[in-house]
Every structure is written in C-alpha cells, then in structure tokens.
C-alpha cells in the first residue's frame, strides 16, 4: 500500500510542443499544448500558436500542417508565456510535466521562460522512458509507434494538443498495465536544463545586419529588434556565407573595433 502512495500524483499536466527545429539553443516554439490531467480525466486545456521571429521552413509546415499564413497574427513568446504559467498554477502546486521525450519540450520551455524572466524548475515524467522499459518488443517507441501498439486512438499528429493529450493516454495506460509491477517507475523526477538569460544583440551587430540587408537587398522576414546576441551572430554568419563581407566602405560606421564583430 505505501509504494502505491508514492506512484505519480493523480494529478499532472501533460505537454507537447511544436518547433522550427530540434535545437533549444537555435530554434522557436511554434505551438505549444497543454492538457491538465485530474484522476484520469482531463479538466483543462491549453493551446497557443507562437509566432517565430521570420518564417518557418517547408519541411516544418508539411509535418505540422502550421502555415506561416497561420503564425502571422499569432502572438510571439513572451506574450503566451503569462498565460501558461497561469494555466500550469491553477492551484498553489507545481504539477508535474508529462510528455514524450519531455526533456525536449521542458528544454524550450525554460529557455524562453528565462530568457523572460521567469523560475522554471519542474518534476517531469517521460513517457519515451517507459515505452523502452516496457514496450521493449517496439522496435520504433515514437509517439505514433507508441499509441498503435497501446491501440490509443490519435488524433493528427504533431499537432501539440493531440500529442500532449497522446502522452496522457500513454502513462494513463501503462500505469494500469504495470504500475503494480514497478511502482518506482511511474514517479517524477527532477527535469535538468541547464540555461543562461539570452543577451540582446549588441548595436554593432544590428548595424552590421541592417548593412548587409542594405547592400545586398536581402529580403527576409527576421524582425533584426528581437534577435539576441547569438541569434544575431548565426545569422550574421548565414548572411556572409551566402552574400560575401561587406567592403570597408560598405559599413554605416568607420572606427569599429577589431574583434568587436564576428564577421
């Protein structure tokens, strides 16, 4: 009876994300879902499109079905992120996070809460781990893969609310099939990120950008005012590769520093 006290909370949120990429360092939320788990049941709902800073890739619409016609009157991060805090904090406690590889969504998750000042430090159960403990004869343990072998019935995939709502079933499902078994298992544990508050962009490279723009009539969608200093520095680097250096002559300041800009 004590090591059943002691499987999850009956209470968790379970999470899913959409992004430009599979890098938290480099790439943006594009959609982020939500669902509130309350003794089996779902009692709340969070879903928000993010608007990237510039447009998202082809490959990125194909997999999620998101347009950049879709993300161009979504809010951008820091707008959602006061809403999702107040969804995760219904209550006094901090519920523990629930996804597939939830390690990836919680890594984006707390760099941009960071980055906009928030503390964000949570308990996570990741259902990826226990489809490898348990779902061993899978050669594939995708979410997908996971849900067909459990026969969860799924809605589109990679979009973030289904794909929360996919991971719920999955720990709601296992835990029936094997919680008594390995009760250990099923508890949260500590989520590990390790992040630092981004700096801005310095004036420089913002000059550096809007020359480059100038002279090689670069058309783009990146809003040059958001980018952060290593944002800005791989762009910088994107562009150069792409269009050459600028010319001394070309530069809109005369006295910049060796070593002050990368370029």
């Known amino acids: 009876m004590e090591a059943e006290q002691k499987i999850i909370p009956d209470c968790y949120i379970a999470i899913d994300l959409e992004t430009t990429g599979l890098d938290a360092k480099k790439d943006q939320i594009i959609e982020i879902g939500a669902v509130r788990m309350e003794y089996g049941r ?17 490959r990125v619409q194909q997999l999620t079905k998101i347009t950049n016609e879709m993300l161009q ?34 890594s984006f998750l707390k760099r941009a809460m960071v980055n906009y ?71 949260p544990r500590p989520l590990i990120y390790q992040v630092k508050r981004a700096q801005l962009l310095t004036k420089h490279q913002k000059e550096y950008l809007n020359d ?17 200093r290593a944002e800005a520095s791989r ?9 050459g250096k600028l010319a001394p002559e070309q530069k809109s300041w005369r006295k910049e520093k060796e070593g002050e800009i990368h370029v």
């Open 235 to 243: 762009l910088t680097d994107q562009w150069i590769q792409e269009y």
């Open 212 to 228: 480059l723009i100038k002279c090689n009539r670069i058309k783009h969608t990146v809003d040059i005012e958001r980018l952060t």
């Open 117 to 187: 000042g928030y503390a964000y430090e949570r308990m996570g159960i990741d259902t990826l781990k226990l489809a490898r403990k348990f779902c061993n004869q899978l050669e594939r343990k995708n979410l997908d893969a996971v849900c067909a072998f459990l026969e969860i019935p799924m809605e589109q995939h990679h979009r973030a609310v289904n794909d929360a709502r996919a991971a719920a079933s999955i720990l709601e499902k296992l835990k029936q099939m094997y919680c008594k078994q390995d009760p250990e298992a099923f508890l």
């Open 42 to 58: 779902e009692t709340a709902v969070f879903s928000r499109l993010v608007r990237p800073n510039g447009e998202i890739g082809e």
């Open 73 to 106: 009157t979504a809010p951008y991060i820091e707008e959602v992120l006061p809403d999702l805090a107040a969804f995760e904090l219904m209550d006094v406690s901090k519920l523990p996070l629930v996804g597939h590889n939830v390690l990836f969504d919680y």
